[in-house]
Each structure stands twice: as C-alpha cells, then as structure tokens.
C-alpha cells in the first residue's frame, strides 16, 4: 500500500526547494535543486525525480503547496503585459504623477519609477462618484464605448478600471467592466474596487494595474505547471502561498497574483513560527539569507508581525502582508571597489546562472566564494553535494580583491564577510529600533542555504539571546509553505469619526466582512480544513494624522451600546508603538478589516532520538574568523541527537547548509532536532 506524502516546493532565485512530509509518521525531508530560470517548472520536476530516487513516487503526493516568484520577477524585469487603464475624466495623470516625493528625499536627481502603464494608454471616463458614494454624474455610455473602441484600436492585452471613489460604490466600475466584456470579450479587465476596495486612488490603480500586468505570465506558468505534474504524475492540485503567509487555490491566484509577490519569505516566517513553538521560544528574529539577499521579520509572543503596505520596485503594494525587510547581501553577492575605493559586498547578485566563481561557470567573487575560502563550506557537500564546488576557482576571482587590499585571498574573503555582515547588522539595526525591540530578550532563527553560516555573526554583534537553527534550515521557506494556512483579509474603508459610527451600524458592516470573508473559504478547493477563524481590526487614526495604525478588536466589543472599549484600546496601542496618547482628541476610522484563517492539518512534531554519549568530529578544518585562524572540529548534523553539545569554534555540516559556531559559543540540540547556541559561561 502506498504513503501519503505532502510536499511543499519554494522556487527561489538560485535553488528550488522541496519539503516532504510523511503523513503517517511526521518524517520530514528537505531537498535542494537549482532552479531552472528559464522554466521553473522544470525544476520542479528535477525535484520529484530526486524524490523518485528516495521511493517517493509522484502518485504517492496528495497535497501539494508551491511558493512562486514569477509575478515578482515578471514586475521586477518589467516584462509584463501591455494594458491600458480607464479612469475618472480629469485624472489621466494619475500614475504619472504618483506622490510627488522623491524616492531619496536628499537626492535631487532620484526619480520615480516609470509606470506601467504608458500615458497614451490611459483614457477618460466621463462619470463622478462622490466620496460619500452617491453618483454625481451617471457614466456617458457613448462616450465609454469610444474608449473602448480606442483601447481595442491600441492592441492592448487588458484594460484595469480604477474611478475614483470606487471603494465607496462599485457600480460605476462594475458597469464599465460589464461593458467591455460585451464589446471587447478577448481583453483582460481588473477592476479596482473587487481587487481591494480601500481608499488612496494612486495606490488602488497601481496595485490593480500590477494585478493584471504580471497576470499573463502567472496564468501561463500556472497552466504550465498543472501540465507538468500530469505528466509526472501527481494527482494533488496545487495550492500557491500567499504574502499575508496563507495560502489559495490555484485558480483564486491565477485571477489575483498579486498576492503572491511577496509569498516565498512569508511562507518562510511561517515555517519559522512553528519552529520556534516546537523549541519554546516566543520572541524571534527571522533571518532568512538566500542567494540574493537577506530577509528579516520580527515573530513576538509567536506571532508573525504583519504591514498593510509594502513597496516593490518603487511601486506601493496595498495588500497586508507578513513584515519583511531585505538588504541585497546573500551568498551569490559579488566583491566590488566603489569609487571612493572601499571594499563593498552586494547588492547586486551573480544568481543561479553563473553564480559564484566556485560553481565554475562565472569569474566574480562572491560571498559563497568566501565562505569556501574561510573554511566554513566543504566543496564535496554543498547542497548535498549536488553542486561541486572549486576553491582554487574562488581564490582567483578573489585575488584582485586581495591585491587591491594588499592582503592574500583568505584574508581578503575574511573581509568580504565581515562587510556583508555590517550590512546586514545596519538593516536588521533599523528595523529593530522601528519596533521599539531590545534584541537581548529575542532570539535568531537562522534559515535559508547562508542564513546558518552567517547567524551568528549576527547575534554576536546585536547581544541577542542565542540562535536557533531549525533542522532543515535550507528549505524552512517550503516547510512554511507545507504548514501555512488558508488566509484572506476582507477590508472596508470608511473614514468617519469613530463616535459618529454607531455600534449596531459598526456591527453591521463587520458582519458583511465576515461574510464576504468566509464566502471566499468556501470557494477554495478544500477538504479537510481543521476549523476556521475569524480576526477583526480597524486602521484608525487621531482626526488630522495623516497615517493610521491597525487595531485588533474583540468580537464582543461590538455588542456594546458604548465605543469605549475601542476607544482606550486605541489610546493604549497608541500610547505603546509612539511613546504617547491624548484621551481627549477624536478618533477617525479609516478601514474595517477581517481575516479568515482555514486551519489546515499541521504535521506531527517529530522528535530526534536521545544522545548515548558525547558526539564524535568527523574531522577537522581550519577557517578563517574575524582575522583569527582555528582548528575547527567538523560535524555532521545527522549525527547530532537530543541532548547533545557542540563547542565553538566549529561548524556543523547538513545537506541543505552549514552552520558555523563562533569561538566563546556553544550549541546544544532539543528533542526536535533544534540546534540552539547560545554563549559559552565562564569559568571562573
């Protein structure tokens, strides 16, 4: 009789990586394989041959979840469709004029990126809805009809409407999507006020405008993917990973793909929160370094930490999703010399295809390369020894380097380290003052092929608690994506005092959220959901902020004759992210929001056997830390059991990655397989 196996596939810039979990017995496997840029699919299906080797068979998988990151590189390499787009009379320069702030604010000569829509392709729809809702001037349906003609004539491949106040009342929007879909069925239509009906004109066309300029190339790989696995015979239909760290049906993402730009690092802080409940730790800082960059988000009380704007590619994203801040610093982040002559490490990266010098295909000396050279990395074992790498290759392209710094090789990749580090220091240093977090109660959980390599450089330099490296760290991203959970978030805006809302009228609308809410869960093609919840909030402000913060609400406040209950939680939420309140101002709501979560089954917590004894190296090496050369022990991750302890210096080697352990620092692994380090006591 054949197993259920449930797979979870995150296709990231340089590996493509697969979780596997034995349904029966909570058995976890991570694999890596490089990703195929030009198909991704392809990689895919090197993975299941890879499977195939295991005894897995594809007809053996009957849950499948997949994080893609083709809407993001379709919007990042400006390769998306032609479209047009359909606006209020009098507001064609919406997407030109965008905010009017320059990108660097002390930088005259920062501009602000090119839209995506060329200003020949936005046309004038003569009609008014007033911001209450009300219909000021119907639509002129001659006229309409001549824009659409005028579109059609132009050979765009879709049109996105976006009239203003939309969000207030679709009726306009719905109209003139009916009628092009009458005259012109062949084209595209994204209409603003059903994507996400929330006030800000310039942020709801351009996120709708993305919607449908990345779309084509989302359908046509989704299709693409579903034909794959037909033929490799899988008979589990994907499910695609969400930014908000949920999850979709793949149908609901082919219409939506926006939602998906940011869903490989969300699944991975998703992967990350049930890492760190199996370890018991409730405060995390997630640090996920891949081979472009570095991504890092906050996880308090064991919660992800979420944003309802994100910015990509200069372009605001008004979607909530998990809160994720990057630094262009990952293993395939290549040396250079700027031109006042100081050695910089990133942003830009050598990829998959040539990637570092040691893969052999490419000269530029990247950060892998100076892993390899420090010692830290075993050339016959990386990503499990699918990718051999050349030493002798890494320290040519790092001579140059080095001859500039009038050092050796070694030293000079010694030194590309500690630069990469320093920038990451500096991000992940502004993103915790942001939070208001002293790092000494959080603690690091390292993933991603160099985010265990690099980690502890990092709790070293912030004073945090210890980090944690989960057992696969490699493929965390597609264990997040395994483990994520059905998620939407219904959003209403509104804009009014909060006392001028009536309960019974508040509790009305959250009503209707929930029910769109949860018309959405039934959509999706799901069996076996383990329950569902429902989260309310509202964005509020003081009365003239300009910004708003996102409250939490109980359920149960809304059955109040009173507002006070929100009212001192907004001033206590207040109080707390900005150091001050003012009781007596006037609360303005700006949105109404509900999340529903689907709970889908969560994989067992399998425990790793007891320790008989010490552990024994395998080996030993020297590398290269901070200008110190150590004889560093070598061990193997699969030979580390519960209770055992590893001191620093040392690295431990895996199939998916390698961590290293700085001098003065030890680690010790849980009954989960955790590998915890923490600082060394001394001896007095």
Known sequence: MSRKYRLGIDIGGTFTDLTLLDQENGRIVGLKTPTVSADPAQGIANGLAMLGEKGVQPSDIHYFVHGTTIGLNTLLQRRGASIALFVTEGFQDLLSLQRLRLPVPYDFRSRLPEPLIAR???????????????????IDTAQLDEVIDAAVAAKVDGIVVCLLHSYKNAAHEDQVAERIRTRAPELEVSVSSKLWPQMREYERAVMTAVNLYIQPNVKRYFETLKERLVIEGMPATPFITQSNGGIMDIGTAAEAPVRTLFSGPAAGVIGAVRVAESAGIGNVITFDVGGTSADISIIEDGKPTFVQTNHLAGFPIMLPSVSIYSVGAGGGSFAWIDNGGLLKVGPESVGSNPGPACYGRGDKAALTDAFLLCGYLNPARFAAGSVALQ???????????ADYLHTDAQSAADQMIQVAIANMYAELSSVLEQHGIDPRDFSVLAFGGAGPVTANFIADEIQAQSVLVPPSPGTLCALGALTADFAYDAVQSRKNLLLDLPMASLNEEYTKLVDHAREWLELQDISGLEGQSYYYSMDARYSGQAFEIELPL????????????????????????????DTEALVEVMNLRVRVVGHTLKPLQARVPEAQGEVTAHGEREIVVRGQRYQAPIYLRTDLHAGHRVEGPAVVEQDDTTVLILAGWHGKVDPYGNLILRRTEEVK
């Open 554 to 581: 109980d359920p149960a406040w809304l059955a109040d004759s009173s507002h006070q209950r929100i009212l001192d939680s907004f001033h206590e939420l207040h109080q707390r992210q900005y150091g001050h309140s």
């Open 120 to 138: 020949k392709h936005v046309f004038p729809i003569r009609e008014r809805m007033l911001q209450d809702g009300t219909v000021h001037q119907a």
């Open 391 to 401: 030493p002798e290759l890494s320290a040519q392209a790092i001579q140059p380097i």
